[in-house]
């Protein structure tokens, strides 16, 4: 909040105004500059306060500027240090020096370039060889990014969000997608018990991968098995499939789950929905999916 201060009066008035910064004041103020606007007469004595406040309040502004090159606790060498890691960090700090304005257009454009270098470089392994969350959402789930401009939404909206597949198929997706779901390598982490996949003798870690692709479970086999069709663009020699209803790959990479993420087909979204539904099978009822709290 700002203090008062003093006006003294020029010549022939011989009156000393005090004044306060506060709502009365600001709405005088924007009274009078529609007046200015219109062109009517009024006195200047309201305004000469708000144009004092205004000029010391950049001198003490500039004088926090000027400081920032010596003391690093100032506002002003605060502010600039948000400038770390942006490609036109230097000019930034030039113009903040020279009191000159800082175009947002080329400031946004440097903050996303920022953003996406932080969102690329982790690429971090947790305990036991498994991936992060964030790795694993960046390979495997992930859209592209768009062209980085200063207008427009960065990410692209998945498309699942667009279509009417109801609410339980909805949070489905977007659990799995998350990796908020009961796959052992995520429910390990409060239960204690072993990520190895419990429904089949792979003893591979059981997440979002294993369930896809590798699992040889009764279930899973008979799903894909059912969505056959999502996996025809995948290399044939790694699909063991028998008499006995086996159908489960070899071996699968982040690219095949990235690729079967980008699948733009309804199944898809109905093949991750019911494979969340088994694994939450012995889970307690789903009210937020079923549009209500108990």
């Known amino acids: 909040m700002l203090g008062s201060c003093s006006l003294q009066s020029g010549k022939g008035v011989g009156s000393r105004a005090e004044f306060k910064f506060n709502k009365d004041n600001v709405r005088v103020l924007r009274r009078n500059?529609?007046?200015i606007k219109l062109g009517a007469d009024i006195p200047i004595a309201p305004i000469a306060p708000i144009a004092i406040a205004i000029f010391q309040l950049l001198q003490l502004l500039?004088?926090?500027i000027d400081m920032s090159s010596i003391s690093k606790k100032c506002w002003a060498s605060e502010f600039m240090t948000a400038f770390q890691g942006l490609d036109r960090r230097n000019c930034f700090i030039q113009n903040v020096y020279s009191r000159q304005p800082i175009g947002i257009k080329d400031f946004v454009v440097d903050l996303r370039n920022r953003h996406r270098s932080v969102w690329l470089s982790e690429d971090q392994v947790e305990h036991g060889g498994q991936l992060s969350k964030l790795t694993k959402y960046h390979n495997w789930v992930?859209?592209?990014?768009?062209?980085?401009?200063?207008?427009?939404?960065?990410?692209?909206?998945?498309?699942?969000?667009?279509?009417?597949?109801?609410?339980?198929?909805?949070?489905?997706?977007?659990c799995f997608r998350l990796?908020?779901?009961?796959?052992?390598?995520?429910?390990?982490l409060w239960h204690g018990h072993t990520p190895h996949c419990d429904l089949c003798s792979s003893e591979q870690l059981q997440d979002e991968r294993h369930a896809i692709f590798l699992c040889s479970c009764t279930f899973l086999c008979c799903l894909r098995r059912k969505y056959a069709y999502l996996f025809y663009d995948f290399s044939a020699h790694r699909i063991v499939i028998n008499e006995e209803g086996s159908f489960y790959f070899s071996h699968a990479g982040s690219e095949d789950v990235f690729r079967f993420f980008q699948y733009q087909d309804n199944g898809n979204y109905r093949f991750i929905s019911e494979l969340m539904d088994f694994f939450q099978r012995t889970?307690?009822?789903?009210?937020?999916?079923k549009g209500y709290v108990p």
Not at 149 to 158: D, I, M, N
Not at 165 to 170: E, F, K, T
């Open 33 to 35: 500059l529609r007046r």
């Open 62 to 64: 500039g004088a926090d």
């Open 142 to 174: 992930a859209l592209p990014f768009r062209h980085n401009s200063a207008y427009g939404r960065p990410l692209h909206t998945p498309r699942y969000l667009y279509l009417d597949l109801g609410r339980h198929m909805q949070r489905n997706i977007a």
């Open 179 to 188: 990796h908020a779901h009961k796959l052992r390598v995520e429910t390990s």
């Open 283 to 289: 889970e307690q009822p789903n009210y937020l999916a």
